[in-house]
């Protein structure tokens, strides 16, 4: 199974749980780094650091599927 399959494949229900939960973090994170005002320097590196994170807990869940028997 290449990884465009794995990727159409049905999901497990706690992998839909966390690629949510992956997004909203990732969601939250672009928010604050995009954020209008002014902040300081070391919350826009953790809204970064909150982007990075959420597009990777989202990748990994979304890609995991069903074992093959």
């Not at 954020?35 to 826009?44: D, E, G």
Request: proline content about 6%; cysteine-free; glycine content about 12%.
């Amino acid at each position: 199974m290449n990884i465009i399959q794995r990727a159409g494949a049905p999901t497990p229900g706690f992998f839909r749980r966390l690629r949510n939960i992956g997004l909203a973090i990732a969601a939250i994170g672009t928010a604050i780094a995009t954020a209008p005002i002014s902040l300081p320097a070391a919350i826009v590196s953790i809204g970064g650091y909150l982007v990075v994170t959420g597009t990777i807990i989202g990748a990994v869940s979304q890609i995991t599927t069903y074992r093959e028997n």
